[in-house]
């Protein structure tokens, strides 16, 4: 059995998880971002099978309904249907990557139901600070942040449901913060006798 | 209740341990190294509460007999007494400082058994590849060399008691192993509510 590892990232909007997320990934080999699937339209410049899975509603009913479920875990938001391919996250560990879902915390609880990942949250150092954050970013409209920090206290309620807490206050930290767990947990499931690679050699 | 979190890290001879936890010290701040009691007598050089606490036996066996014990683990080596402070190890703790002890696996088993320590254990790629470090640093004699291999093989049968195992490949990895470790625990121990730093401020 492969030895990878499956990893949830959940944060409220504004957390700076996209941001922490790639610089990560640009600086560990071995670990993939899993691409969901979904129902909506391309936008511009949106490449199928690196962005999304685009696919056709009927599709993606029959994939969420077959047995086990070909959805790990999903969401309709607007119309539209969100979710993450389970044959997708097995493949990848079963070549022996670890891979990484980028989803809110109802998705994240899916999956901690469907399956056994390491969850990991990234919160703001308080929700005072977010809303700064929010902001200061200067895209929205004052009732999207009220929404936001609304969806945020509602999520921060969740974070016992995780393992690892990550709190963005410099983002350097938090980088490292990530960056940290994701090794961590390496040397952590290669203590067991099947993980270790050089039980052979003892 | 404090957060801080204790360390215990083992390691055979020639794993490089000293030389792994001397460069992730120097980059972590809030980590502090628990020093030994010792009934043998200071060598040039060594100083008292720096290198060892260096007691009388009298001192140190009325400490043992204490309950509970003063030690969180003691062993005795060509007749003399070394032992892991309990006081000096909550003191630490209570002042929010993480720990760290450097014992070997009989200690850690009995660390283990006395408090909640996160125990990690450097291992070598193979037991060739010690042996081959073991000759080229040149200082021991075949009888010497043949000891530290046999306790090598001994302790590694006792890595699934550890929560982590880092093996030391390249120096450079295995630093960033275990500085991720101590960082991954920190992000782990903060999600608990009463450990979340910020949770006044949800």
Same mark, same amino acid.
């Given at each position: 059995m492969s030895d990878a590892i499956l990893f +949830?990232?959940?944060?409220?909007?504004?957390?700076?998880?996209?941001?922490?997320?790639?610089? +990560?990934? @640009?600086?560990?080999?071995g670990l993939v971002?899993s691409v969901?699937?979904?129902?909506?339209?391309?936008?511009?410049?949106?490449?199928?099978?690196?962005?999304?899975?685009?696919?056709?509603?009927?599709?993606?009913?029959?994939?969420?309904?077959?047995?086990p479920?070909g959805?790990l875990?999903? @969401?309709?938001?607007?119309?539209?249907?969100?979710?993450t391919g389970r044959a997708e996250v097995e493949r990848q560990l079963r070549a022996g990557r670890d891979i990484i879902l980028?989803?809110?915390?109802?998705?994240?609880?899916? +999956?901690?139901?469907a399956a056994a990942p390491?969850?990991?949250?990234? @919160?703001?150092?308080?929700?005072?600070?977010?809303?700064?954050?929010?902001?200061?970013?200067?895209?929205?409209?004052?009732?999207?942040?009220?929404?936001?920090?609304?969806?945020?206290?509602?999520?921060?309620?969740?974070?016992?449901?995780?393992?690892?807490?990550?709190?963005?206050?410099?983002?350097?930290?938090? +980088?490292?913060?990530?960056?940290?767990?994701?090794?961590?947990?390496r040397?952590?499931r290669?203590?067991?006798?099947a993980g270790?690679?050089?039980?052979?050699?003892?």
């Amino acid at each position: 059995m492969s030895d990878a590892i499956l990893f +949830v990232l959940s944060a409220p909007s504004g957390c700076g998880k996209t941001t922490i997320l790639r610089k +990560v990934m @640009a600086g560990l080999p071995g670990l993939v971002f899993s691409v969901s699937h979904t129902t909506r339209q391309p936008r511009p410049g949106e490449e199928n099978g690196r962005d999304y899975h685009f696919v056709g509603r009927e599709e993606f009913l029959s994939m969420r309904e077959a047995t086990p479920s070909g959805f790990l875990e999903w @969401a309709e938001v607007h119309n539209n249907l969100y979710g993450t391919g389970r044959a997708e996250v097995e493949r990848q560990l079963r070549a022996g990557r670890d891979i990484i879902l980028d989803i809110d915390v109802q998705g994240a609880l899916q +999956v901690q139901e469907a399956a056994a990942p390491v969850m990991i949250f990234i @919160a703001p150092p308080s929700l005072a600070e977010l809303e700064t954050r929010l902001r200061r970013r200067g895209t929205e409209g004052e009732e999207t942040i009220r929404l936001r920090l609304d969806n945020a206290r509602q999520e921060l309620r969740f974070t016992d449901r995780y393992d690892y807490l990550i709190i963005n206050d410099r983002l350097e930290e938090a +980088v490292d913060g990530l960056r940290s767990i994701i090794i961590a947990e390496r040397c952590r499931r290669r203590r067991s006798p099947a993980g270790l690679p050089v039980s052979a050699a003892f």
